[in-house]
Each structure stands twice: as structure tokens, then as C-alpha cells.
């Protein structure tokens, strides 16, 4: 018997609540790669780094995500990564280290972020909501404390967005439903790795605090 399309998003989404029962699974992320800025305020592309594939992929399975998305609209960027991600996957590199195999199968390559969005609403049965990360103040931003709250409810999905190069695009910001305080230390230095910027923000969203 076929299934309406109501039908249809309807079992998706209850599998997705079901997989969403472990802390995290209803948050994806995403390293955008394009549009983001310059140091002279340029809007530009960046390159993907190697370390970024593998480092932010451990800390999204580490800490139960969904997916990570590298997003890069640079054919020969999506190149490498697909080498890498295939290296770890189905290569040497499958059986020399099964922990990595595991991180990278959650990698999916993204052209542009609405790619993310669709897959996304295609896997969860509902688009996720936005939420935008950055090293400036900004006005109406929240606590990571605040939005661990909201991180409670299995029925949303999230996509939890990171620049490279200096920030994310002003279109990309005013686009996200929230956006998250910026990390901060005892000084005015302020210039985090993303891949460090990511483990963070993840450990005060979903760390496990009862294992201290």
C-alpha cells in the first residue's frame, strides 16, 4: 500500500524523534565555507582544510549530532573532501581506524546552505530551525545555558551554523532564527579555530556534566 506524502513525513518524523532520543541527534552542523568574509570585509570563498574535516567530525560524533555538513560551492574543495571522506570509509584507512570510519560517515558535502535546510527537513520531516554562531555581540543573542533548554524538545530539528575565514556573510546571519552569545575568555584576544570554537559551543550544549 503507498503512503500519502502526509503519511510519509509523518514516519519520517517519528523516526526521527526516535533516533533524536540520545542527547543531540536533532542537531545538525554546518561549516560554510561560502559566503563568509575576509579580512578586509570582502565576501569570499575558503578553502577546506583537512584538519576541519577530520576534527570537527570527531566532535560531532562525539557528542551523539546528526550530520555535519561541509558547505563549499568549489568543485575541486568537494573533490578533496569526497578523497578524504572515501580514504576513511571505504579505503585502507577503513580498517586501520575504525573510530575515524565512524566520525566521517557522518560528513555530507552541501553546495549552499539551502541544500542543508532540504536535506535536513528531508531526514527529520521538518525544516530545521537556523542557528548562527560568531565571535562578535550581537544584539537579541542567547546563552548556550538558554539554548540547551530549548535543545529538549525531540520534535525540533536544528542546524547549528559555523563560518570560516572572518564570519559568516550578513546574509547568512540575518537569515537564522537565533543566534549564539560568542565565546569568550579572560581577555580581549578573541580569535578561535572554528574546530576549536565547535567542540566548545558542544560541550556546553550537551556535555555531560555528571561524569565530572
Not at 533516533?19 to 542537531?27: K, Y
Not at 568537494?78 to 584507512?93: D, I, N, P, Q, S
Amino acid at each position: 500500500m503507498r503512503m500519502t506524502r502526509t503519511a510519509c513525513v509523518t514516519f519520517r518524523r517519528q523516526i526521527a524523534v526516535t533516533e533524536s532520543s540520545s542527547a543531540g541527534h536533532n542537531i545538525c552542523i554546518a561549516l560554510v565555507h561560502y559566503p563568509v568574509y575576509d579580512k578586509n570585509r570582502q565576501i569570499v570563498t575558503t578553502a577546506v582544510t583537512n584538519l576541519d574535516i577530520h576534527d570537527i567530525a570527531r566532535a560531532a560524533k562525539t557528542f551523539g549530532l546528526g550530520r555535519y555538513y561541509i558547505v563549499t560551492p568549489v568543485e575541486e574543495q568537494t573533490k578533496l573532501v569526497e578523497r578524504v571522506r572515501a580514504h576513511w570509509l571505504e579505503g585502507w584507512g577503513a580498517t586501520y581506524n575504525p573510530k575515524r570510519r565512524q566520525a566521517l560517515e557522518l560528513l555530507t558535502l552541501s553546495s549552499g546552505l539551502d541544500e542543508v535546510v532540504a536535506d535536513m527537513e528531508n531526514r527529520y520531516g521538518s525544516p530545521p530551525r537556523l542557528v548562527v554562531t560568531g565571535a562578535k555581540n550581537r544584539p537579541n543573542s542567547i546563552s548556550c545555558a538558554r539554548f540547551a533548554q530549548d535543545l529538549r524538545d525531540p520534535q525540533q530539528c536544528w542546524l547549528l551554523v559555523f563560518g570560516t575565514g572572518w564570519g559568516l556573510a550578513e546574509e547568512v546571519m540575518t537569515r537564522a532564527d537565533l543566534i549564539l552569545e560568542p565565546i569568550r575568555g579572560q581577555g580581549e584576544y578573541n580569535h578561535l579555530s572554528v574546530r576549536s570554537a565547535v567542540s566548545i559551543l558542544l560541550d556546553r550544549l550537551l556535555g555531560d556534566r555528571q561524569a565530572m
